[in-house]
């Protein structure tokens, strides 16, 4: 059976930490190009094997920042991936883009490599919150970029935007929602600020030094967001994700929709799924240094990652009920919902019925039928909802 997969590329350094990410990342002053470009190629070159039953239907460029890569890397890696895997020729193939690192130049070079889609890290328009969030680059660059994108020609832009930062307003996010319609993106990220345990910001709230926004104030950011956007023409399809139509992202629909997906660099994650019972999932190193040396050399034969072990940050096994519960976690925070399909003869017979009329009951789920299609409060409360349908199969 071909079945359609995507690939994820993992460049770990930006041009500084911001205070609040928790991403795998580095500071640029680190960098080991070639060592990474070297490693990238090798492991792409021994997890081909894997995939060969499957289409490539997206390449993501994902970070850290990988607008900092060079463009010998991108090129190296899209070669290597044209070559070993089934690619298909109408590939989505996005790019992250920090804007305080991306030359016209340099978007131009790319866009020639064949990235057709770029991921820009706005997070704001409003100067204050850009300071906020640690960001170097200014309101302008994020506007300036967009623009030469599509003086470009560039056909499918998404933004990223964080919101509920300390002290927010209403108001305030309202200034950033104008200028994002202006300039009119195919796809928007609209993140809620997360105090991870590790970052600076968590120490910071921790200490009173920044004051979170409130989960009230949260909501009615989400809501005003999400009718503002739909009243514009984006169709909110995922809790964080807005597209105007035939521009949802086709790589992070992989993931939500449980399909196998390769990630390669320094601490990415693949998934590889045999059937509705079996499934396979492994962390490469996390650490740069260490991912460069396990791949320092290309490896011969057709080695399974399980094999692998040592050189993994860790390898496990799926079996139906995992595999359910992700469909579950992911499938309720999608505007379509999904499909008990194949997994509807293993269902619990009294605890199925009965997490449904629950979730019916409580309004978070639309329609009962072979799919689950959750309601606009049921995806407010994702993760609640989530948790009626857990355990349900063997
Ligand atoms: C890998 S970054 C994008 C590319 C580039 N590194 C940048 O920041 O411009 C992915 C996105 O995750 C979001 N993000 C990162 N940390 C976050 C946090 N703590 N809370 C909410 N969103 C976050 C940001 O919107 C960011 O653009
Ligand atoms: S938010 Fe982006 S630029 Fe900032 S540290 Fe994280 S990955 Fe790097």
Sequence with gaps: ?????????????????????DFNVYPQQQ???QGLSNALVNELIARAHLFTDKKISSVYFGGGTPSLAPLALVEEVMTIIA??????SNAEITLEIDPATASREKCANLLALGINRMSLGWQSMRAPNLKVLGRSHQAEDNLELLESLRVMGVKNISCDLIFALPGQSLN????DLKILLAACPEHISLYALTYHEGTPFYDWRKKGRLKPCSE????????????????????????????REGFRSRHNQHYWHGRSYLGVGPG???????NNFSAERWQTLKNPASY????REQVSGTVRPVEQVQDLAWHERLGSRQIWNEKVLSGVRLAQGFDVGEF??????EQFPEALSKAIALGWIDRASAKLVPSVQGREQADALAELFFNLVP
């Design 31 to 33: 960098a080991n190009w």
């Design 83 to 88: 070559e070993h895997y089934r690619l298909e």
């Design 268 to 274: 990415a994650e693949s998934f590889l799924k045999e």
């Design 216 to 243: 009230d104030n949260e909501l009615s950011m989400m809501r005003h967001m999400k009718s503002e956007l739909e009243m514009h023409g984006y169709e909110h399809y995922e809790v964080s994700n807005y597209a």
């Design 292 to 295: 460069m040396h396990a791949w």
């Design 1 to 21: 059976m071909s079945d359609s997969s995507g690939i994820y590329i993992h460049i770990p350094y930006c041009k500084q930490i911001c205070p609040y990410c």
């Design 344 to 349: 509807a003869t293993y269902l619990d017979k």
């Design 172 to 175: 305030d996010l309202e200034q």
